[in-house]
């Protein structure tokens, strides 16, 4: 009950304050940790010389050896944390709200909107560039413009329903494991000639770790635009979550961005490129619009928002039934 009570304080603050930049620009964040963990295995395990079957190897004993390290750390500080009673347990709070990333990713996406009204085609492909791994100078305007979008789907399930959903389970080692493993999926999870055989257990891992948050997040994105636009919305927010989730190259990202694209009836995915290569793939809600724009980042802003509202309400709903039953 008490994880519970603090994930809900740390909603709230991530909700509001987000992630200070004077403060990492003072200290590394904990992700930026995660990931020079990550690299310094990477270096040493995946040098050139190696054939497929000893990378695979070297990835799957790198990424288990990763999350036993930070399930232990996360044992550690949380034996820490109870040893200095209220503080503790303010420190704590703070360390969930800084991994939780709802006031960040909305902020990185309004930017989008922002540069392209402010400085055209060029200044969304410059602000799309910080959030998104395809070649921006590929995307025409409404390509900018679904980027940022899918982006912000896709992320409120990595980066706000799976972190905050392991806490609840299994509190700071489980937090810990998780943004490790999707860390490592965001490192070297590419099916790259460098990380197609070193990354492919954190790739396979980080799939089977979101599979119970993406879902929950296309709910949870048909109640944001039950909230924000009404029923008719939500149904088809609901019915393409259903029938396009599995257009999507990923076993869970499709869940939360046809929920999104269903939400507010537009086409989003379809072919882009990365790296110079070219992806294939099928759109998601194809019937819907495709000639989008700034304002459609801005309604699907919108929706983000009421979703996390929606989210957020859980959590002290689940601690109220919690403490009822008990």
């Known amino acids: 009950m008490l994880t519970l009570l603090i ?7 991530d909700r509001v304050v987000g992630d200070p930049e004077k403060l990492w620009a003072k200290v590394p964040h904990p992700v930026v940790l995660f990931g020079k963990a990550i690299s310094f295995f990477e270096k040493q395990f995946n040098g050139k ?3 497929d079957r000893d990378r695979r190897a070297y990835g799957i004993m790198s990424i288990i050896a990763l999350l036993i390290a930070s399930i232990i750390v996360g044992v550690l500080v949380n034996r820490l944390l109870l040893q200095i009673g209220l503080l503790g347990i303010f420190i704590e709070i703070l360390i969930v709200a800084v991994l939780l990333a709802q006031k960040s990713l ?17 200044g969304g492909r410059r602000a799309v ?12 305007g409404p390509g900018v413009c679904r980027a940022a979008i899918e982006t912000l789907a896709e992320n409120f399930s990595d980066g706000v329903v799976a972190p905050a959903l392991y806490y609840a389970l ?9 943004k490790m493993l999707n860390t490592a999926d965001s490192m070297i999870g590419h099916k790259s000639s460098r990380y197609l055989h070193f990354g492919w257990a954190s790739a396979r891992l980080d799939d089977l770790a979101n599979w119970p948050a993406a879902r ?7 109640a944001g635009a039950l909230a ?18 599995g257009l999507h190259r990923s076993p869970n990202s499709g869940w939360p961005e046809s929920a ?37 980042v801005d309604a699907a802003i919108a929706v983000f928002w009421r979703a996390c509202t929606v989210f957020n309400l859980l959590v002290p709903i689940t601690l109220v039934v919690s403490v009822m039953i008990c």
């Open 260 to 296: 999104m694209a269903g939400a507010l009836d537009i086409a989003l995915a379809g072919p882009r490129i990365y790296a110079g290569e070219r992806v294939q793939e099928p759109m998601q809600n194809a019937a819907g619009r495709r000639a989008i724009g700034p304002s459609d």
């Open 216 to 222: 929950l997040s296309a709910l949870v994105i048909a």
């Open 7 to 13: 994930l809900t304080i740390a909603l709230l603050i």
């Open 129 to 140: 560039s910080m959030v998104v791994g395809r070649d921006p100078d590929t995307l025409d």
């Open 106 to 122: 909305a902020d990185h996406v309004v930017a989008v909107a922002s540069g392209f009204r402010d400085g055209g085609l060029q």
């Open 170 to 178: 299994f509190g700071l080692p489980g937090l810990f494991a998780y």
């Open 49 to 51: 010389g190696l054939g």
């Open 228 to 245: 924000q636009s009404g029923k008719i919305a939500a149904r088809r927010s609901l019915e393409t979550a259903l029938t396009d989730h």
